[in-house]
């Protein structure tokens, strides 16, 4: 029997299987940031992830409005909410508004990745 199998094999008959993916994994930390009244910063600009947890600290101001828009869809929370927000071959983008009239700071936001 191994003489049919050598053939099979010395003929190129019999695929090798590719080896998976490396997987690897990331973090990246958006550091709070000072804002004036009515101001507005991007936070993070559009970046699409295999799969990411992206983490709000709550330690920011009341008065600032953060909004995550995940492909389309946008949602918002304040700097003093703490959330998390699983990702999947999704497109994201942060961006952060001082709803108030003071200066007030935006909440720190982690973002834990896999790349493969």
């Known amino acids: 029997m191994s003489g049919v199998i050598g053939g099979v094999v010395g003929a190129g008959l019999m695929k090798v299987r590719p080896p998976p993916p490396a997987i690897t994994s990331q973090k990246a930390t958006i550091a709070p940031q000072s804002l004036a009244g009515g101001a507005s910063v991007t936070l993070l600009p559009a970046t699409t992830y295999k799969f990411a947890i992206i983490m709000f600290h709550g330690d ?3 008065e600032v409005r953060v909004d ?3 492909d ?3 949602t918002s929370i ?3 909410e703490q959330a998390i927000e699983l990702v999947a071959g999704q497109s994201v983008s942060i961006s ?3 709803t108030g009239t003071a200066t007030a ?3 720190t936001i982690e973002i834990a990745f896999l790349n493969w």
């Open 105 to 107: 700071s935006t909440p």
């Open 96 to 98: 952060a508004t001082n």
């Open 68 to 70: 995550v828009t995940v």
């Open 60 to 62: 920011g101001a009341t």
């Open 78 to 80: 304040y700097g003093n």
């Open 72 to 74: 389309a869809t946008t």
